[in-house]
Every structure is written in structure tokens, then in C-alpha cells.
């Protein structure tokens, strides 16, 4: 196989990730509760929320949020 080959592995080592679209607020709402309800204490749940770029406002139902 010739190194201009189409089919050639590539010569970058980094990986290419598929694109993915943002989460939706819903599904941002329900990532939140499932992570409070796994964590062990607050502090476990403030950590893997920040690690996750979520918000504990957000696991609110939308009508709370906006009141």
C-alpha cells in the first residue's frame, strides 16, 4: 500500500470524534437528577456536577426554574 493511498492509516495521532449536537435542557435536567440521586453527599454530587459543566438549577422541573 503506497503512503498516498486513500485507504493509507492516517498520519495524525490524534483522534477524530464524532460531532455530537448539545445536549438538550431536558436531557441536561435529567442528567442532573441522576447524578444526585448516585451521589453519595453533597459534596460528591457538587463535584461530578461541576466535572459534568452542569448545574444543579438545571435538574429543576422548567416551570420552578422559572419562577
Known amino acids: 500500500m503506497s503512503a498516498y493511498s486513500p485507504t493509507a492509516p492516517s498520519q495524525s495521532p490524534q483522534p477524530v470524534l ?36 452542569l448545574h444543579p438549577a438545571e435538574g429543576q422541573g422548567l416551570a420552578q426554574r422559572d419562577q
Open 18 to 53: 464524532p460531532r455530537t449536537d448539545e445536549p438538550t435542557a431536558e436531557q441536561r435536567r435529567r442528567a442532573v437528577r441522576a447524578v444526585a440521586s448516585a451521589s453519595a453527599d453533597a459534596t460528591d454530587c457538587m463535584t461530578l456536577l461541576e466535572a459534568l459543566g
